[in-house]
């Protein structure tokens, strides 16, 4: 129903910035979340950031807040990443996920089975 694509993922010095972008593509769907996941080696896939679709109401894990800011344009169907001050521990690949069933009974949102569609994942490298 829906393919996910991320595109902006790059090495990158520590400090440096990335945007990674997620675009939404299918024949019909909605979305109520879009989301970032992240999977560092030998570590489980955490929860970046997520995106009300309608509203635009955002939240952070605390490792990421004042650095990363999740955005959208909802005429595109994308939803962005912007990744300041990164550090070596940002080092992960980074996956978009979207939830099409309707409102969430929990919040955060930061469980994958959570989320109905992903990408595929785009590599952040973060260098020190």
């Known amino acids: 129903q829906v393919q996910l694509v991320e595109s902006g993922g790059g090495l990158v010095q520590a400090g440096g910035s990335l945007r990674l972008s997620c675009t939404a593509s299918?024949?019909?769907?909605?979305?109520?979340?879009m989301g970032w996941f992240r999977q560092a080696p030998g570590k489980e896939r955490d929860v970046v950031a997520h995106?009300?679709?309608?509203?635009?109401?955002?939240y952070y894990v605390d490792s990421v807040k004042g650095r990363f800011t999740i955005s959208r344009d909802n005429a595109r169907n994308t939803v962005y990443l912007q990744m300041n001050s990164l550090k070596p521990e940002d080092t992960a690949i980074y996956y978009c996920?979207?939830?099409?069933?309707?409102?969430?009974?929990?919040?955060?949102?930061?469980?994958?089975?959570?989320?109905?569609?992903w990408g595929q994942g785009t590599q952040v490298t973060v260098s020190s």
């Open positions: 996920a979207a939830r099409g069933r309707g409102p969430a009974a929990t919040y955060p949102l930061d469980y994958g089975a959570l989320y109905d569609y």
């Open positions: 299918g024949r019909s769907f909605s979305i109520y979340v």
């Open positions: 995106l009300s679709w309608n509203g635009g109401s955002t």
